[in-house]
Nanobody
Framework: QVQLVESGGGLVQPGGSLRLSCAVS????????IGWFRQAPGKEREGVSC????????WYVDSVKGRFTISTDNVNNTVYLQMDSLRPEDTGMYYC????????????????????WGQGTQVTVSL
């Protein structure tokens, strides 16, 4: 079955960096997209970034453009989210999710479009 496992979260000071990993297994579709989402306490889950398995097109929410970078390691079936210049407002639980059978990132990146989810990894940006 499809499984996604996130790792790499933690506590970091403002201006610091973290790299999140999402190990993906069990996807049999010829193409798919992987999305990163985050959810802060009391707020809705929001799409942060996505990458398509076809042409490697990428999308970022405006608030992270220029600071976050999504990438893939096809050998290890892992998707990364490099997060630099972190801000307190980046705090939240970060999830990766997969949407099988989709060739391009669908904008807006909505949670309901993704079928399988990881368990999440906590990111806290604070002094």
């Amino acid at each position: 079955q499809v499984q996604l496992v996130e790792s790499g979260g933690g506590l970091v000071q403002p201006g610091g960096s973290l790299r999140l990993s999402c190990a993906v297994s069990g996807v049999t579709a010829d193409y798919y997209v992987i999305g990163w989402f985050r959810q802060a306490p009391g707020k809705e889950r929001e799409g942060v970034s996505c990458i398509a398995s076809t042409d490697r097109s990428r999308w970022y929410v405006d608030s992270v453009k220029g600071r976050f970078t999504i990438s893939t390691d096809n050998v290890n079936n892992t998707v990364y989210l490099q997060m630099d210049s972190l801000r307190p407002e980046d705090t939240g639980m970060y999830y990766c999710a997969v949407s099988p059978g989709i060739q391009l990132c669908v904008i807006p990146v909505l949670p309901l479009l993704y079928s399988y989810w990881g368990q999440g990894t906590q990111v806290t940006v604070s002094l």
